[in-house]
């Protein structure tokens, strides 16, 4: 009686051509995939560092006597705002070191007190490092009271880094 291919299954070399094509795709799938996530990472750092200034700005022009805050807590939800809560950024941005979408982000007020008691803040910037060079993102950010959004190639970003 003669068997069909069905019956005895299929061959070692069979299969081994087929983890090899499987292979193959994944080899380049793989790397894709992560210059798109890297990649990704970065637009929404430079679309979180233009919310950040927009909320500062506001937060600044709503409150003279203030500046700019002394600390990014100033800016997150309350019912009503106030120069305490202004309610311009949501909770999770509203702090003066954090992590999102794989960078690490941190705020300083470089002139003035922005505390609405002594002198305006007058001066600030923001840091965006990624968190695993190369693996969250290849470049790093900063911006600072010009609101020109910088990057860096070696992550490290500063006044001195080009505009992106």
């Known amino acids: 009686m003669r068997r069909t291919q069905l019956e005895k299954g ?3 070399i069979e299969l081994l051509v087929v983890v090899a094509i499987i292979l193959l795709i ?3 799938a793989i790397p894709n995939y992560f210059r798109s ?3 990704a990472n970065e637009a929404a750092t430079v679309n979180n560092l233009r919310g950040m200034t927009t909320a500062l700005t506001i937060y600044a022009l709503t409150f003279k006597e203030c500046g700019y805050p002394n600390t990014l807590t100033k800016l997150q939800p309350a019912s009503p705002p106030t120069n305490i809560a202004a309610s311009l950024l949501e909770a999770g941005m509203a702090q003066d070191a954090f992590y999102r979408t794989g960078y690490n982000y941190s705020f300083r007020l470089l002139g003035g007190v ?5 002198a305006p803040g007058n001066d600030f910037e923001i840091e965006a490092k990624p968190a695993i060079l190369g693996r969250t993102g290849m470049r790093g950010f900063y911006v600072n009271t010009t609101l020109v959004i910088r990057g860096d190639a070696d992550g490290d970003a500063d006044a001195l880094s080009p505009p992106i």
Do not use: E, F, N
């Open 10 to 12: 299929y061959s070692l």
């Open 114 to 118: 922005g505390d609405c008691t002594g």
């Open 37 to 39: 996530k890297m990649s």
């Open 26 to 28: 994944a080899a380049i």
